[in-house]
């Protein structure tokens, strides 16, 4: 408990600091100084003067900017109901819109997941319409596409010209997209019930190899093994023992299961 009171004392000083950070990169903002210092902008001065990464500068500015129009942007910042990924994610979305229009959005935004703000400002999609009709010896498909989506058709079928008609490209991709999901070879360093499998080369749990993933579906030949399931749609690589829990990506702990049973074990 001494630890985890002492981090989280640690915690507040940092969103602390964080916040008087950003107080004086507005008032740098404010008064241009960098110029004299020879930086061209603010970006520069955050990377080169004061030894940012790029992703980290530009996080910084995004935070100075809006809230130099929306000045209670920072106090969010401070108590932790916006994060400053949250605000840059934000950023080039609002730049155009109008102040009140901007802080609407950004109280929308208020103790939101980092996925459920970028959702925010995912454009929908355009759907394809497939209409099947099946025959004893074959089945007809009828596409249909937008202007959008037919013009970047036709420009694939260009560039494959010399070597696919629209039928044999479709087909191709079919290809390339169920070979991906094939068993990938690599060099073994591991060994698991006769199985060899490489070292994972991420330590972050929740990143799985495609080949480890291809054998973990293969083994379940494709299909949920939930008890009872055998759905063969949306599915999932799942962690039996959960990450958050301490849980790994080694072959032992990983099932394949559909979005709702995934959901539905939490």
């Known amino acids: 408990m001494k630890i985890h009171n002492e981090l989280l004392e640690l915690r507040k000083q940092e ?7 950003l107080n004086k990169l507005q008032e740098m903002e404010n008064s241009r100084q960098y110029l004299e210092m020879g930086y061209n902008s603010l970006f520069d001065y955050l990377v080169r003067g004061l030894g940012y990464s790029e992703a980290t500068a ?18 969010k910042i401070d108590q932790g109901s916006l994060t400053l990924s949250a605000v840059t994610t934000a950023f080039k979305h609002l730049r155009k819109k109008p102040v009140e229009e901007k802080r609407k959005i950004l109280a929308s935004m208020e103790n939101k997941s980092s996925r459920e703000v970028t959702a925010l400002f995912l454009e929908p999609t355009p759907t394809i319409k497939i209409k099947k009709t099946e025959y004893i010896d074959k089945v007809h498909l009828r596409l249909e596409l937008s202007h959008e989506q037919h013009e970047k058709l036709e ?36 060994s698991r019930e006769g199985k060899i499998f490489g070292a994972p080369k991420s330590k972050n749990p929740r990143q799985i190899s495609k080949r480890l993933r291809n054998d ?14 055998e759905s063969d749609h949306f599915l999932q690589i799942d962690h039996i023992f959960p990450v958050r829990k301490g849980g790994n990506q080694q072959r032992q702990n990983l099932q394949v299961l559909c979005a709702r049973h995934n959901r539905h074990k939490g």
Not at 15 to 21: A, C, F, L, V
Not at 60 to 69: F, H, I, T
Request: charged share 35%; proline share 4%; net charge positive.
């Open 58 to 75: 530009y996080q910084r500015q995004a935070c100075v900017r809006l809230a130099k129009e929306v000045p209670e942007l920072k106090q």
């Open 216 to 229: 973990v579906l293969k083994e379940a030949h494709f299909k949920c093994q939930y008890p009872g399931c």
């Open 15 to 21: 969103k602390r600091i964080t916040s008087e950070i």
């Open 155 to 190: 420009k694939l079928k260009a560039l494959k010209s010399h070597k696919h008609s629209v039928e044999s490209l479709l087909l191709d991709l079919i290809e390339k997209e169920l070979k991906s999901y094939e068993f990938v070879q690599g060099k073994p360093s591991k």
